[in-house]
T-cell receptor, first 108, second 112 residues
Framework: QKEVEQDPGPLSVPEGAIVSLNCTYS??????FMWYRQYSRKGPELLMY????GNKEDGRFTAQVDKSSKYISLFIRDSQPSDSATYLC????????FGAGTTVTVRA | DAGVIQSPRHEVTEMGQEVTLRCKPI?????LFWYRQTMMRGLELLIY????????DSGMPEDRFSAKMPNASFSTLKIQPSEPRDSAVYFC??????????FGPGTRLTVT
């Protein structure tokens, strides 16, 4: 069983819509949860990370962790064409394990 | 800071040849990671170093792969001999605390 499962999409939304991305993980011992954004032909860049359960907000981005259901989410409000990218979730105990990534296209 | 620097950005080589990928981490970062990304397998950790010492190489696919970190500002990933199935994008990342990892631009390797 993979440590992190993520629907690869693709996901296409109109500009201004809310983008909702989700992952599930297998090991309840994980404490650190990350979201990376990867533009085409670029390296992944860290968007945000949360420790344990709860929400974290950074501008238009909100990350949520529900440890009871082993579910992590990323929401992008007021999406922009510049948000078009692949979003990867990751969990970290002593090393990062990545989901497959969801490709998002925001249509102008 | 210039960020993580990788070279070359693209490498095309023939099967059986030796390939060396290079990485310069962000100054002050004690952790260095090598990843491989393919469409089929996604992003996989190959090996990571802490203070120049290899800590976990369980992701290295086989003996053809080796990695070194002779000092805090330089690391190499070597494939010898290379095979077509090694074609992928190889990323180097560094971090201060093992959690917030900063990735380089990657090396796109094609083995024909």
């Amino acid at each position: 069983q993979k440590e992190v499962e993520q629907d690869p999409g693709p996901l296409s939304v109109p500009e201004g819509a809310i983008v909702s991305l989700n992952c599930t993980y297998s090991n309840s011992a994980f404490q650190y949860f990350m979201w990376y954004r990867q533009y085409s032909r670029k390296g992944p860049e860290l968007l945000m990370y949360t420790y344990s359960s709860g929400n974290k907000e950074d501008g238009r981005f909100t990350a949520q962790v529900d440890k009871s259901s082993k579910y992590i989410s990323l929401f992008i409000r007021d999406s922009q064409p510049s948000d078009s990218a692949t979003y990867l979730c990751a969990v970290n105990d002593y090393k990062l394990s990545f989901g497959a990534g969801t490709t998002v296209t925001v249509r102008a | 800071d210039a960020g993580v620097i990788q070279s070359p950005r693209h490498e095309v080589t023939e099967m059986g040849q030796e390939v060396t990928l290079r990485c310069k981490p962000i100054s002050g970062h004690d952790y260095l990671f090598w990843y491989r990304q393919t469409m089929m397998r996604g992003l996989e950790l190959l090996i990571y170093f802490n203070n120049n010492v290899p800590i976990d190489d369980s992701g290295m696919p086989e003996d053809r792969f080796s990695a070194k970190m002779p000092n805090a500002s330089f690391s190499t990933l070597k494939i010898q001999p290379s095979e077509p199935r090694d074609s992928a994008v190889y990323f180097c990342a560094s971090s201060q605390d093992r959690y917030e990892q900063y990735f380089g631009p990657g090396t796109r390797l094609t083995v024909t």
